[in-house]
């Protein structure tokens, strides 16, 4: 089990600012509709109240560069076994 620190701050009527163990960041907007500013990036929030469906996309990155970081490789492989002829992993 981990801890969690959070805490979150009304400014002015439709903007936040939240605390928490990574930063600071500031919420413009409420439900369903909300942007978030902060150290990992800027985030649209999109909701259907009443329901658990939502939607969350980084705005601060090209579409085309979000997938950038996807492996091609598991990441608990480092590049030598990836690379052996023999591993499973490394046949086309």
Known sequence: MSW???K???VLPGVRLNLTA???SASIGGSPCSVNVGPRGVYSNVSIPGTE???RQRLDVPHSDQNAGVYLVPPF???QQA??????????
């Not at 690379?83 to 086309?92: E, G, I, K, N």
């Open 77 to 79: 492989l480092t590049s």
């Open 22 to 24: 990574r930063g600071l």
């Open 53 to 55: 469906i939502s939607n």
């Open 4 to 6: 969690r620190f959070s």
């Open 8 to 10: 979150s701050f009304r």
């Open 83 to 92: 690379s052996h002829p023999f591993h499973p992993q490394s046949r086309p």
